[in-house]
T-cell receptor, first 114, second 112 residues
Framework: DGGITQSPKYLFRKEGQNVTLSCEQN?????MYWYRQDPGQGLRLIYY???????QKGDIAEGYSVSREKKESFPLTVTSAQKNPTAFYLC?????????????FGPGTRLTVL | KQEVTQIPAALSVPEGENLVLNCSFT??????LQWFRQDPGKGLTSLLL?????REQTSGRLNASLDKSSGRSTLYIAASQPGDSATYLC???????????FGTGTQLKVEL
């Protein structure tokens, strides 16, 4: 079954704790992305990676960190420095076919800070 | 910086109506534009991708048009059904890094 998996589906965290969200893809895509979605707002890009061992900050990277040690995996750590981490987090990957880039999304992780 | 606006923000219609969802963007130098569907609490599903060189793209009851020079795209849904109820997001692809910029979406409800 090909696709993007995110775990866990729901995550609860106490203030001051770091937490890591998992994203795995078996689509053989080179690029992967993390977005944050808040109610009434569009998706905002946190970090993206176009190739293994390389990643770039998106629009709202403060308080987050990522790694890209394997092509299939792009975990996101929400640190205690993130002031308002409660949100819905979406992971995506993209393929290039005929010069056209198409993004595919995982099912999301809902993070709640207690 | 690319900014994307979607109008209307919400729409409620009876089953069977034909619908038009609008998307406008400020930077017309795009490579392509994707339309997505999002069900409550779920990830995004890609509906249509329209390339910058194309004017239209069709999939079943969905038709997306693109007027790149004026910074507009339209998603047309024919003969709407209750199963079409969802939030529809447009996202132009601009610049390096294969990044998309998302609008805030149109929340559609199709009633029996």
């Amino acid at each position: 079954d090909g696709g993007i998996t995110q775990s866990p589906k729901y995550l609860f965290r106490k203030e001051g704790q770091n937490v890591t969200l998992s994203c795995e893809q078996n689509l053989n895509h080179d690029a992967m992305y993390w977005y944050r979605q808040d109610p009434g707002q569009g998706l905002r890009l946190i970090y993206y990676s176009q190739i293994v061992n390389d990643f770039q900050k998106g629009d709202i990277a403060e308080g987050y960190s990522v790694s890209r040690e394997k092509k299939e995996s792009f975990p996101l750590t929400v640190t205690s420095a993130q002031k308002n981490p409660t949100a819905f987090y979406l992971c995506a990957s993209s393929m290039v076919a005929g010069g056209v880039v198409t993004q595919y999304f995982g099912p999301g992780t809902r993070l709640t800070v207690l | 910086k690319q900014e994307v606006t979607q109008i209307p923000a919400a729409l409620s219609v009876p089953e069977g109506e034909n619908l038009v969802l609008n998307c406008s963007f400020t930077d017309s130098a795009i490579y392509n534009l994707q339309w997505f569907r999002q069900d409550p609490g779920k990830g995004l599903t890609s509906l249509l991708l329209i390339q910058s060189s194309q004017r239209e793209q069709t999939s079943g009851r969905l038709n997306a048009s693109l007027d790149k020079s004026s910074g507009r795209s339209t998603l047309y849904i024919a003969a709407s059904q209750p199963g079409d109820s969802a939030t529809y997001l447009c996202a132009p692809h601009t610049g390096g890094g294969n990044k998309l910029t998302f609008g805030t979406g149109t929340q559609l409800k199709v009633e029996l």
